[in-house]
């Protein structure tokens, strides 16, 4: 039994499993780096260690330091979350040469799936359409253009330890893809320590479909239905939902079995999620196998009922699957809107800098995964996601009225956030009709704007204004002046450990 | 009381009276009373005209933000930013050859060398803040007269990366 987990990782996600852990009574472990050290997993964990300075490659790409923080600590287990060291199959080794479990695939099929050159022999052998491109790596850019020419462009090099978007970039002519490689390499590298890209044909404008899987030790395996992650920029999903608005009970079945199929082919444990791509006719090819927990598990969950870390958690322990295939439904619809720190009027420049106040939306069908409070300065070392706002509600219209109303009522001030640009997208004519696919950002979004504001609004922003002037007793916090710890974060909301009478 | 402000860089000039409980705001002509209660150290409550608004409110430095529904709103004294509002327009002229970092982040590749020629939207350097990288483009046809970064350099925002030239 597991009664201790490390969580290498950080923002949301470490505190997303956090929270799972406290619920199933296992006491948590954060690593931080020095440009971590006031980050709420820190704040929410029962114990924190220091991993190195705020480069990710010294600190939470740090291996051996992690492991070195797991033993120290006695825990038996650690939780990567996603990104960093989440799909490293050498850190999975690592941890089992060590005997510490990873709460995640075994170290063999992460290897197998995290190279999605391997992975697509793999699958392509076990009867799943793949997208046409090159089966191994690249020695050189001349093998890399001549392969592009049999392939025929538009092409898009790939990341072969990738995911998130990272290392990508679409080559429309010959004359581009040299600098693509080079600079999709160094992307790949920087993020994920290796700098392996591949190339494979780019579709134009299909929709992307994943499904949600969950494998035990034993064999058994279920999928959780699909997510829609068709709005994406530069190949980063932005929204998130499901059920799709795309599929119908028969292509959702089908799909369902060659996604349980894909994991099987791969000796698949663990959580994890087969991606699709998904043309007009309704044909499907396999893309990769994410192996991991996904940024947007939380609309499954929503619409499952399925809690996706503690399931991962048991899994983990060596428990059996407590589900099978026909326990699960869908039921509603839920939609995901990821928070980044990124100026969308200004081509989405990262915006770091201290939140000068905070306030996430509350009320029925509203859930906020976040990792940052008011008065926190945003580090410039990371990925810019700073939380996700997930609703759910009986139906895809009534999710999309919930969360634009969630999003008028989501404050971050001080830093530039992505929040007005997501309301414009759920507002959107095509978006509502559910005519989603990855052309959509870029399509109806290049230019986009922040519209003119309500002239209506002058009189309570004079009034608020002249308000404050006549009240300086209200002037207590400045941003000069760093606010306390305890004010930075509410003691209500960090009592967690705190039992009346309790031991 | 008189108060002026910039509210997102427009001018405004309101006078401020007490009327019992509530406030007496006069703009430009015309007169509307507010009920506006402080509930917290940055939310206040504003009744106008039987219409109800919760603001929230954030004093940075200078300047005020004011946040309503889901908007937020720039107020500044004049004096400050009308100042900054007539540099930025110099400053836009003379930034089109001064290339400065967007964000603060870390210098990846500067692409071009001392002297040479550029083309509008050329790419001159490479800033990688966030994990994404950003490229730097020259934003008209120009001479490099001076670089002033490396590769590998963490830099501010604003910082001066690369100086060019009209050609002559």
């Known amino acids: ?503 | 009381m008189e108060f002026e402000f910039l509210i997102d860089h427009i001018f405004h000039k309101v006078s401020v009276d007490k009327t019992g409980n509530a406030l007496l705001f006069k703009e430009a002509g015309a007169s509307f009373e507010a009920d506006i209660r402080s509930i917290s150290e940055n939310v206040l409550s504003i009744i106008i005209e039987g219409r109800s608004y919760s603001a929230t409110i954030v004093r940075d430095k200078d300047k005020k933000i004011v946040f309503l529904n889901g908007r937020s709103y720039i107020v500044e004294k004049p004096g400050e930013g009308a100042k900054a509002f007539h540099g930025g327009e110099e400053r836009t002229r003379e930034g089109q050859l001064r290339i400065t970092a967007p964000m603060p982040g870390r210098v990846i590749k500067i692409n071009v060398a001392e002297g040479e020629k550029v083309r509008k939207n050329q790419t001159l350097a490479i800033v990688e803040a966030m994990k994404m990288e950003n490229e730097i483009k020259a934003s008209c046809e120009a001479v490099v007269k001076k670089i002033h970064t490396s590769a590998g350099e963490l830099v501010d925002a604003e910082k001066l990366l690369i100086e060019l030239e009209l050609e002559k």
């Open chain 1, 1 to 503: 039994m597991i009664n201790k987990i490390l969580i290498a990782n950080r923002g949301e996600i470490a505190v997303r499993i956090i929270k799972a852990c406290r619920e199933m009574g296992i006491a948590t472990v954060a690593v931080y780096s020095e440009a971590d050290r006031d980050s709420l997993h820190v704040q929410l964990a029962d114990e924190a260690v220091l991993i190195g300075p705020p480069p990710a490659t010294d600190s939470y790409l740090n291996m051996g330091r992690i492991v070195q923080a797991a033993q120290a600590a006695h825990s038996q287990a650690i939780h990567p979350g996603y990104g960093f060291l989440a799909e490293n199959a050498n850190f999975a080794r690592l941890c089992e040469k060590e005997g510490i479990i990873f709460i995640g695939p075994n170290s063999n099929a992460l290897e197998l799936v995290g190279d999605k050159v391997r992975a697509r022999q793999t699958m392509e052998k076990a009867g799943i359409s793949i997208i046409p491109g090159m089966k191994s790596i690249p020695k050189s850019v001349a093998e890399c253009e001549a392969a592009a020419r049999t392939i025929g462009y538009p092409v898009i090099v790939k990341a072969s330890a990738g995911g998130g978007g990272k290392g990508m970039r679409i080559v429309s002519e010959e004359n581009d893809l040299k600098p693509a490689v080079e600079a999709g390499m160094r992307e790949a590298k920087s993020a994920f320590g290796d700098e392996s890209v591949y190339l494979e044909k780019y579709l134009e404008e299909p929709r992307h479909v994943e499904f949600q899987v969950l494998a035990d030790n034993f064999g058994h395996i279920v999928h959780l239905f699909e997510r829609e992650c068709s709005i994406q920029r530069r190949h980063q999903k932005i929204v998130e939902e499901t059920p799709s608005p795309a599929l119908d009970d028969a292509l959702r079945a089908k799909m369902g079995e060659a996604a349980k199929k894909a994991m099987q082919a791969a000796g698949y444990n663990n959580a994890g999620t087969v991606e699709f791509l998904l043309d007009r006719n309704s044909n499907f090819y396999f893309l990769e196998v994410n192996a991991r927990l996904q940024v947007e598990h939380p609309v499954t969950e929503l619409v499952t009922g399925v809690d996706l870390v503690r399931q991962q958690i048991r899994i983990a322990s060596g428990e059996k699957l407590s589900m099978a295939q026909n326990d699960l439904r869908q039921r509603g619809h839920a939609i995901e809107c990821r928070i980044y720190a990124e100026d969308p009027a200004n081509n989405f420049l990262p915006s770091a800098g201290k939140i000068l106040f905070f306030k996430e939306p509350k009320g029925p069908g509203v859930r906020h995964d976040g990792g940052i409070y008011s008065g926190w300065d945003v580090p410039i070392y990371y990925d810019p996601i700073l939380a996700k706002l997930i609703v759910w509600a009986e139906n895809r219209d009534l999710a999309c009225r919930r969360m634009t109303s969630a999003l008028d009522d989501y404050a971050i001030i001080g830093i530039h956030t992505t929040i007005g640009f997501l309301k414009d997208i759920i507002n959107h004519p095509e978006f509502r009709a559910g005519r989603t696919n990855t052309g959509f950002i870029k399509r109806y979004f290049e230019s986009w704007g922040e519209k003119g504001k309500d002239p209506g609004m002058l009189r309570p922003v004079l009034a608020a204004a002249a308000f404050d002037e006549l009240n300086p007793a209200a002037h207590v916090q400045g941003a000069e002046s760093r606010p306390s710890r305890k004010e930075r974060f509410s003691p209500w909301q960090s009592l967690g450990k705190w039992r009346i009478g309790g031991i």
